[in-house]
């Protein structure tokens, strides 16, 4: 499988963007999707994830009301909808995906979890 992440940018603090999360190779649809984010000088961390039927997602505190996880699996892409965004949200955003189904709170992934990565797209949130 391969990602592709895509949609970051310069935006201002209360704006908004949308990511997306290209993807090929074995089915997509069979795996949870997820973003992680690194701030600079900061570990990776866990965003929001969706199961694969898209029946099932979970999200970080910090984004939960402001950020949105999709997929179309019919496209094989994933998407976050970043809304109302802060400067902390300033960061490389990775899509990963897993193998499986999750629900809920099983839906936190770690990254030591995830099978495939795509290289990072940065959002920087300007004040």
């Known amino acids: 499988v391969q990602l592709q992440a895509s949609g970051g940018g310069l935006v201002q603090a209360g704006g908004s963007l949308r990511l997306s999360c290209a993807t090929s190779?074995?089915?997509?649809?069979?795996?949870?999707m997820t973003w992680f984010r690194q701030a600079p000088g900061k570990e990776r961390e866990f965003v929001a994830a969706?199961?694969?039927?898209?029946?099932?997602?979970y999200y970080a505190d910090s984004v939960k009301g402001r950020f949105t996880i999709s997929r179309d699996n019919a496209k094989n892409t994933v998407y976050l909808q970043m809304n109302s965004l802060k400067p902390e949200d300033t960061a490389v955003y990775y899509c990963?995906?897993?193998?499986?189904?999750?629900?809920?709170?099983?839906?936190?992934?770690?990254?030591?979890?995830?099978?495939?990565w795509g290289k990072g797209t940065q959002v920087t949130v300007s004040s």
């Open positions: 990963a995906a897993r193998a499986g189904y999750c629900s809920g709170s099983g839906c936190y992934s770690y990254e030591r979890d995830m099978n495939y």
């Open positions: 190779g074995r089915t997509f649809s069979t795996h949870i």
């Open positions: 969706s199961s694969w039927s898209a029946d099932s997602t």
